[in-house]
């Protein structure tokens, strides 16, 4: 009797395993935003640099 049982247990356990198929969106971030501001940021780093250079020759 015992085995029984827990064969029928373990079948259940089998069967509540299983997945069942997945119906999730697909995740589609938008960077846009993002892309524009790493564009902006190295604008302005790069101008930075052009004002520092110009400013040591002009102090030199």
């Known amino acids: 009797m015992a ?10 356990r089998r069967r509540s395993a299983r997945r069942a198929p997945s119906t999730a ?10 892309k524009r501001d ?8 790069t101008s930075f640099v052009v004002i520092l250079v110009a400013l040591s020759f002009v102090i030199n």
């Open 3 to 12: 085995k029984s049982k827990a064969r029928r247990r373990s079948s259940t």
């Open 25 to 34: 969106m697909e995740f589609n971030p938008d960077y846009s935003y993002v």
């Open 38 to 45: 790493l564009r902006r940021i190295a604008i302005l780093a």
